[in-house]
């Protein structure tokens, strides 16, 4: 899953970080630091973050993997 933040919009209020340690952290009062390649396992706790965000600057957006070739055989 891809995770991007608005770190402008950001302004440090932490539930992300409270909500899905394993991905956000807090760098003194007011930095975030994000994991923004997230592993699947932690969706449920991401939307909760994302849905918890004061400002609402998170966004969750899951990445399909690559299609297998088709071929046109004929």
């Not at 994000?34 to 592993?39: K, L, M, R």
């Amino acid at each position: 899953m891809r995770l991007v933040v608005d770190l402008n919009r950001c302004q440090g209020y932490a539930q992300c970080a409270f909500l899905a340690p394993e991905v956000f952290a807090m760098h003194g009062e007011e930095a975030l630091l994000y994991h923004p390649q997230a592993d699947e396992a932690h969706r449920e706790k991401l939307a909760q973050a994302a849905a918890a965000c004061p400002v609402q600057a998170i966004l969750v957006d899951a990445v399909d993997a690559p299609a297998e070739a088709v071929s046109d055989e004929r």
